[in-house]
């Protein structure tokens, strides 16, 4: 069965603007998590989506937001983009819960100039 | 936020086996230990994961102490395809990353 398709996959965006990434989970799955990895910080976690809902967030301010749509796909939102915004985005989807693993996009690799 | 500790990196010849260690002392009773390992330039890759017994996978095996405080996943023949950073996390509603090990084979 198809992976998780992250989009855009590359990204350009100037300080002050804001930008909306896109992940479509396996089939099947409720869950969306999403990450921020840096070579400073690593990989971080961002939120987690099921079934539309915010189950868990991670510590980050609010200008980083989620949503996630009746058909399980979910877009993440960072408003007023900082220079230290610019990292890879990674979603990953799953069952939800302890007991199951997370499958992992491609990522977006966003830009902040 | 549960932790775990992980050699910084470590190294192993093609085909020799591969014990990656992790302390996970503070663990509670509900967490389940999970093995991700992310090779350059890729998203993280789920490796394996445990409660309590010890877990075999097409990929690797995963061994967990009585107590649950520490856990070891073997690769039982690397390859160089197996050079990686892994990362051993407690599940607790949500996976937070470490700095992991940092695997290199040599051929």
Redesign the interface.
Known sequence: KAGVTQTPRYLIKTRGQQVTLSCSPISGHRSVSWYQQTPGQGLQFLFEYFSETQRNKGNFPGRFSGRQFSNSRSEMNVSTLELGDSALYLCASSFGGRANEQYFGPGTRLTVT | DAKTTQPNSMESNEEEPVHLPCNHSTISG???I?W?RQLPS?????VI?G?TSNVNNRMASLAIAEDRKSSTLILHRATLRDAAVY?CIL??????????TRLQVFP
């Open positions: 509900t967490d389940y999970h991700y890729q998203g993280p890759e789920y994961h409660l990362y599940h607790t509603d949500k996976l937070i990353f470490g700095t992991g």
